[in-house]
């Protein structure tokens, strides 16, 4: 079994036990992205769309690394903590995409790792 673990310091390290992504079979496994500048180690908080901005770089950084694209992003999960959020983080999201978007599916969740207010993780097709 051939499985490659992705890591890059375009993107926040693991906070915790866990890969920024794995890669099996041609396809991408990112790990759950959260607002944190990787050049700081710095949360961006407030603003939840600065926050959808640094989300979807790093999510976007990973996928680089893996040797793919944003446009061949099969499902993505998002998760905010305010569903009010959700038509901002909607048109932050979408900018990240030249193609039809990815699957995707949103749940609000009671809380998210270091106050956070929103985290994307992704399926991707190498």
């Known amino acids: ?67 793919s694209s944003m446009d061949n992003i099969l499902k993505a999960t998002v998760l905010l903590t305010d569903m009010a959020d959700f038509a901002q983080v909607n048109e932050v999201y979408a900018s990240f995409f030249t193609g039809a978007p990815p699957a995707r599916i949103c749940y609000q969740v009671s809380a998210l790792p270091k106050g956070a207010s929103v985290e994307v993780d992704a399926i991707c097709a190498v």
Request: charged content about 15%; proline content about 6%; cysteine-free.
């Open 1 to 67: 079994m051939n499985i490659q673990t992705i890591s890059t310091d375009k993107a926040p390290a693991a906070i915790g036990p866990f890969s920024q992504a794995k890669v099996h079979n041609g396809v991408i496994y990112v790990s759950g992205q959260l607002p944190i500048d990787p050049t700081t180690g710095e949360m961006e908080l407030g603003d939840i769309k600065k926050q959808a901005q640094m989300v979807m770089t790093n999510v976007a950084a990973i996928v680089e690394a893996a040797g």
